[in-house]
């Protein structure tokens, strides 16, 4: 039976972008394989979610973009995080352990 594949909790989307594109500058469809890989293939972001939060993001002054040539020749839009949007993966990952430590104690209940 193929595992069921995880719907992201609202708000999660920026966090995991920002994650992402930490680790170095990437392209668009560069991130969506790397949030899939990295999760095993239950995260799949689709190309309708992912480029508005990508400009959302930009916009925003978290993300920094410019236009580079990817890996297959063709011209694509790389981003890499800014200082702001450093700080805010920051404040992003603090507060999703607590939620998810919240969430733990609420399940360990009997």
């Known amino acids: 039976m193929p595992e069921k594949k995880a719907d ?3 708000g999660t989307l920026d966090m995991l ?3 992402t594109v930490a680790l170095g500058p990437v392209h668009g469809y560069g991130i969506s394989l790397r949030i899939r890989e990295v999760s095993k ?3 799949q972001v689709q ?3 992912l480029y508005p939060a990508l400009h959302r ?3 925003r002054g978290w993300l920094l973009a410019e236009w580079g040539e990817s890996d297959n020749g063709r011209e694509a839009k790389f ?3 800014s200082a702001r949007g450093r700080r805010q993966l920051a404040e992003e990952e603090q507060s999703w352990y607590r939620l998810a430590e919240a969430v733990s104690l609420v399940l360990q209940t009997s």
């Open 8 to 10: 992201l909790l609202q």
């Open 79 to 81: 981003y890499r995080l």
């Open 57 to 59: 993001l930009e916009k």
């Open 41 to 43: 293939e239950i995260l």
């Open 17 to 19: 972008i920002l994650k």
């Open 47 to 49: 190309q309708g979610s």
